[in-house]
């Protein structure tokens, strides 16, 4: 499919990009694990959505699929406690 056969210059091919690493099923389970505890940290909730995919994700994946699905609570994205052992002198 060329400009010649549809006198277009747009490419007839769609969603040449990268799939998604989540699907709509992993967000749909993704949206269950936060609705149970809104006060869960990213990694946590990041570590509980691994245990049901077959490849892990990183918690920037985590996060961008919750803004994805409209759940941009600030609680989600706590940030960990820093510890008297993970302090810099």
Known sequence: MTYTDHWRTSSAKR????????????????????????????????????????DSVPTKTVIRGLHKSNINSTAVFVKPLITENNTKR
Do not use: F, M, Q, Y
Not at 19 to 33: A, F, V
């Open 15 to 54: 969603n040449s990009g990268r799939k998604p690493k989540l699907c709509e099923r992993d967000r749909h389970t993704l949206k269950r694990t936060v609705s149970e505890n809104h006060r869960t940290a990213a990694a946590k909730v990041t570590a509980e959505l691994n245990i049901h995919l077959e």
